[in-house]
């Protein structure tokens, strides 16, 4: 008995663009400062991945995960996923936190940890993590914690 097996391709389709007056992201502040008006006066955590070139220009920003006032479930399958579809050279994590403060959780440091690894993996290195909070934000590499 045969089994009929899918021929596919995969493709990454822009939704959306924007302006970016930076070109560059050279710390944790131009991270803010490209997604804060997606995050900031969000009601749950949304995790993001910003996809870099290799002069750490981003070149796609994708949104991995939407979840609940105080949590968001990541898999380094759907970040990894976006990266290489956008032919990341880098890649900067990013989430929310609704409270307003953007001191890392235990979680976070643990799903940067692990990102951080699967990026190790797979040669699309993890820049940094920046939660993003009320006119502030925490940047893991900063802190230490990459």
Sequence with gaps: MKKRVNIVSVKLVKEAGIFYAARRITGPEDVAD???????DADREIFLVICLNAKNEPTAIHTIAVG??????VHPREVFKAAILAN?????????HPSG??????????ITR???EAGRIV???VLDHVIIGDGKFASLKT???I
Excluded: C, W
Aim: aromatic letters at 4%; glycine letters at 4%; zero cysteines.
């Design 34 to 40: 490209l997604v804060r008006d997606f995050l900031e």
């Design 68 to 73: 609940t006032l105080n949590s968001v479930q």
């Design 88 to 96: 990341s050279y880098h890649v900067i994590l990013v989430h929310n």
């Design 101 to 110: 403060d953007p001191k890392p959780s235990d979680e976070d440091m643990a």
């Design 114 to 116: 692990n990102l951080a």
């Design 123 to 125: 040669g699309i290195p």
């Design 143 to 145: 802190n230490g914690l």
